[in-house]
């Protein structure tokens, strides 16, 4: 069968050397400090009394739930309380501040109310940690925040973490399968015990708090947070997130709720953030206001009834309005309309996006009614300025204490005043209790049941542990790919399998089916092996990712670690294939369905790969394939929705699909290998924009070279020789990079030296490369910047670019004087790199239409 040709939304690089610096100038113009402010120009005074225009709502529309009655003791408790808290203190509660920011120090001196660590914010040098590290870093915060030092009363601090597919951030913990394997299931009661299971893990290590259910309805499967939803559908997010709040929370009508054993629960992120136009994460949701109540905001009534105690914002917007400065949304439908009487935490400095506000500066988010500002980096200044506008009257002192009320109500629901020191509290500081048996079955259970079998022709599966069986693909060795993002850091990956100390990979459950039933096992992840096989095994999928860096342009899987081409040399031989697909949506995969005989959506499923082998092998007990689609499977790789509502509906597999064994055989003739996609949607969404936001869709791929040696830049920290590059936020979490030398030798490519782009499709004459930067410890730091360079390095032409100072500032010089002069065919438009060792922070780099205020070096 000839093989079409797979054309891949992002540009593949092949290779290149770093370029020869050269001394030149630039000019550039300062930005707003305290990360990227809005285009505004009012007055401080008069933007702190500023509310961005907000939404006519219907409260009427929304349905009159019940959700569980303040208890009067805890009331009355809470006025004792307030009666003796200074100001100060009151500004402190709704503060939040991430562990890699904050010491124990600074959470006693300004009485934080909480503090959070992000998903790749731990103690000690890696983004993870063990049990007593976590532990230590608990009870200095918990011992700084009861310190009674020059206070009347000391609020004790509580700890939030994302523990959204199990405590992933703790070394050694269960690692569920992601929410989209979990909806495929349709179990509630498993979906109930992997909370209980998760909030026993999470106060081992002394945690209070989980940033979790995230209870989105994904409507466009282009976002890269898709698999953090259940479904499509609100059925099953409706139906799963009451029980998830009782896993981890506990049921409020029985003693044991918020007790032992149970943490906070945080139902997010509130609302319509699975809707945004084309699945582009912290946009824009332009859904009517029925559409938001019928479809994403199910989910919230059952939490609610449930008692859920906190409530994420969202970082979309809903109908042009940022949801963290929704009065509308925050206070009218969800506090008033709906009775929560929980607090509101706000998304990371999800504040610093509504108009008027920076990240350390924003009155309009606490008046609108967000209760605790998630401020990671930015909580200093935001503590001070919130003090002095309270001080100011812009904030008015009865909407402060309602926030604090709020807060206190929370804390003395869990009974956090009359607890001792996170370490000693019951089943904190016992590892044995991290990834038992009991909850290592109930993981492998919800992989089982969250696999779909999408093909079987002639009845290829359940395969027989007698045969010889090749294995391949770079996912099946791989617990680090199964798990996906949010798994010992933020975006995941990159971690060899001893860092799973309780896991089990796909092909270990294999070999565990395979070998006590005589049957022969060989692994070759490259799929290069002639051996004569009775079946192959391929196990592929997409890398690690999270939130927008996930998002993409087109639903066309793109091949990574694995050429899954080889799969048809093996149907070519006769030798039937299985493809395990690992993924975290749906996507177009006709080309790799077409090479297989069985193809199973597998998702992401975590740590217990064991659960694959169980449904592939006949073995003892036998089980069938349960999962069904909670998500449509698309049949092209065009862009845009695909849910049962949307017409035209024509999915290549509709929602609520699966076979089984018990079904009757169904055989799945050959696949169109028309991904369906317009020239512009085959190449790069604009030539122009090199680096924006972290996300694939946005920019193009880029290279890093030393020489001769080459990688692709990879999220989180990518490392090669005398350059490495990590993450840090601009505009949003981790959407710049931190570009470190310890020598001149490393560079940054950007462009492919197979696929030449037009910079000059608008036909500007002159364009300008532009750029923000910083050097994060101050001083300056000299860049090279060349352009039209070859694959031995030679460029036209290099300008130096000085940095300078520790906050961003904007950047340009002509292109011309990177030697582009023919913009029509350009391969390497620019190359990043140094004349000395040195630090440098970069984000938003593109090419504009020149303003002719730049000028290149005589």
């Not at 998304?347 to 609108?368: E, F, I, K």
């Not at 317009?678 to 996300?695: Q, V």
């Not at 390497?828 to 630090?839: K, N």
Request: proline share 6%.
């Amino acid at each position: 069968m000839a093989k079409a040709v797979r054309k891949s939304s992002i540009i593949s690089l092949l290779g290149g050397v770093a370029c020869v610096a050269l001394v030149a100038g630039c000019s550039h113009m300062p930005l707003k400090s305290d990360a990227v402010e809005t285009a505004q120009t009012a007055e401080p005074e008069q933007t702190a009394l500023m509310t961005e225009q907000d939404l006519a709502v219907t409260p009427d529309l929304w349905p009159e739930i019940t959700v569980p009655d303040l208890d009067p003791v805890i009331e009355a408790r809470i006025d004792e309380i307030m009666a003796k808290m200074t100001l100060e203190q009151k500004v402190g509660q709704v503060i939040q501040g991430d562990s890699d920011s904050l010491t124990s120090e600074d959470v006693k001196k300004y009485r934080l109310g909480s503090v959070l660590s992000g998903g790749s914010s731990a103690p000690g040098d890696e983004p993870f940690a063990p049990m007593d590290a976590w532990l230590a870093d608990a009870d200095a915060y918990w011992q700084a925040s009861v310190d009674p030092e020059g206070v009347e009363i000391a609020i004790p601090v509580i700890w939030g973490i994302d523990a959204v597919h199990g405590h992933a951030n703790l070394t050694g913990a269960t690692i569920f399968p992601h929410n989209i394997g979990l909806g495929a299931a349709n179990d509630p009661d498993l979906i109930e015990e992997i909370a209980r299971i998760t909030a026993e893990e999470l106060i081992v290590s002394g945690h209070d708090w989980t940033f979790a259910p995230t209870i989105a309805t994904p409507r466009d499967d282009r976002w890269g947070r898709t698999y953090e939803g259940y479904s499509e559908r609100p059925e099953i997010v409706r139906a799963y997130a009451e029980r998830i709040v009782y896993g981890l929370q506990g049921r409020p009508a029985d003693e044991s709720f918020l007790g032992d054993g149970h943490v906070i629960s945080s139902a997010k992120h509130y609302v319509g953030d699975g809707g945004t136009l084309d699945g582009i994460d912290q946009g824009e949701t332009q859904a009517t206001e029925q559409e938001l109540i019928d479809i994403h905001a199910q989910g919230y009534f059952t939490a609610l009834e449930a008692g859920v105690q906190t409530v994420m914002s969202s970082f979309s917007s809903w109908q042009g309005v940022k949801m963290h400065g929704s009065h509308a949304m925050l206070t009218e439908v969800l506090k008033d309309r709906l009775g929560f009487t929980g607090f509101v935490v706000g998304d990371w400095n999800g504040h610093g996006q509504v108009p008027g506000c920076t990240n350390t500066d924003c009155p309009q988010s606490l008046n609108a009614g967000l209760d605790m500002y998630m401020a990671p980096d930015s909580w200093k200044g935001l503590y001070e300025s919130t003090l002095q506008h309270v001080k100011d009257g812009n904030i008015p002192m009865e909407r402060l204490d309602d926030a604090v009320r709020r807060i206190l109500r929370v804390k003395l629901a869990y009974g956090i005043f009359d607890k001792p020191a996170p370490s000693e509290r019951p089943g904190a500081n016992d590892e044995s209790l991290l990834a038992t048996p009991a909850a290592r079955e109930v993981a492998r259970r919800a992989v089982r049941e969250s696999l779909v079998l999408l093909k079987n022709n002639d009845n290829l599966l359940p395969l027989s542990t007698e045969q010889t069986v090749l294995v391949i693909g770079d996912g099946a060795d791989s617990i680090t790919k199964a798990a996906g993002g949010w798994t010992l850091s933020w975006q995941g990956g990159g971690y060899d399998n001893g860092h799973f100390q309780n896991g089990e990979s796909i092909l270990e459950g294999i070999e565990d089916a395979l070998l006590p039933g005589g049957g022969t096992l060989v692994f070759d992840p490259a799929g290069e092996s002639d051996v004569d096989a009775d079946v192959v095994i391929a196990v592929y999928g997409e890398n690690p990712y999270a939130e927008g860096i996930g998002d993409v342009r087109t639903m066309d899987f793109v091949p990574n670690g694995f050429d899954t081409t080889k799969l048809e040399a093996f149907k070519d031989k006769g030798i039937p294939v299985v493809s395990v697909f690992l993924s975290g949506r749906p996507l177009w995969v006709n080309p790799e369905m077409n090479d297989s005989d069985a193809f199973v959506a597998a998702w992401l499923p975590g740590s217990e790969g064991g659960g694959v082998a169980d449904v592939l092998f006949q073995t003892e007990p036998e089980y069938d394939f349960t999962g069904r689609l909670s998500f449509s499977w698309p049949a092209t790789a065009q862009p845009g929705r695909l849910n049962p509502e949307d017409a035209p509906y024509e999915p290549l597999f509709e929602y609520g699909y699966g076979l089984s064994y018990a079904s009757a055989a169904s055989e799945l003739g050959e696949l169109s290998e028309d991904p369906g996609l317009s020239e512009e949607l085959m190449g790069n969404a604009d030539p122009r924009t090199l680096f924006k936001r972290g996300r694939p869709g946005d920019r193009w791929a880029t290279l890093l070279a030393f020489e001769g040696a080459y990688t692709t830049l990879q999220p989180g920290l990518t490392e090669l020789a005398g350059l490495s590059i990590s993450r840090t936020d601009y505009d949003i979490q981790e959407d710049g990079l931190v570009l470190t030398w310890s020598e001149p030798a490393g560079a940054l490519y950007f462009g492919s030296f197979t696929n030449p782009v037009n910079l000059n499709a608008d036909g500007d004459t002159a364009l300008d490369i532009v750029f923000a930067a910083k050097v994060p410890d101050g001083g300056e730091h000299a860049v090279t910047i060349s352009g039209s360079c070859d694959q031995d390095g030679n460029c036209e032409a290099v300008e130096t670019v000085t940095v300078t100072g520790a906050e961003w500032a904007e950047y340009r010089t002509p292109a011309a004087c990177l030697g582009l002069t023919d913009m029509t065919s350009v391969q390497i438009p620019a190359v990043i790199g140094t004349e000395e060792a040195g630090t440098v922070a970069m984000a938003d780099i593109r090419f504009e239409p020149s303003t002719g205020e730049a000028a290149c070096t005589d």
